[in-house]
């Protein structure tokens, strides 16, 4: 199940188990460990360290396939359209923590996308006309 921790600065989200979809003929449900941060979804197995990572900049949505009695079923696009498949329990809402933390992380850049654009163009006004450029001027 997972559980949901106080959100801070890089502070996890969420951790708990979900299961992925492997990529091979048979796509056999694989365990993973789930460690949600406000950038990034990371993905341990078992008992190893190996972890995988999908940074929120590279995913373009999560999809909601299918309810059932015992599992949610959802898919991870990215932004290169490759689908990646997961389920959880019910209980643990993972699909819903996930796309939570994904629009909290596109509305941050889109903000600061917005700021950026806004400095610019203050900046730009507030420089001082060139020589040149009150010539041209009428």
């Given at each position: 199940m997972a559980s949901k921790i106080m959100k801070g600065s890089g502070e996890i989200l969420c951790e708990?188990?979900?299961e992925k979809r492997s990529?091979?003929?048979f796509?056999?449900?694989k365990k993973k460990r789930g460690v949600l941060?406000?950038?990034r979804l990371s993905l341990y197995s078992g008992s190893s360290d190996r972890v995988k990572e999908l940074r929120f900049s590279s995913i373009l949505k999560v999809d909601c396939v299918e309810h059932t009695n015992k599992y949610v079923y959802f898919t991870v696009?990215?932004?290169n359209f490759k689908e990646i498949d997961f389920r959880c329990?019910?209980?643990s809402s993972w699909n819903a923590f996930i796309t939570l933390a994904l629009i909290d992380y596109q509305n941050r850049r889109a903000l600061e996308g917005f700021r950026r654009h806004r400095f610019q163009g203050v900046a730009s006004e507030e420089q001082p006309e060139s020589e040149e450029q009150r010539a041209l001027s009428p």
């Open positions: 708990g188990e979900l990529d091979s003929l796509q056999l449900w941060t406000e950038d696009v990215t932004t329990t019910g209980k």
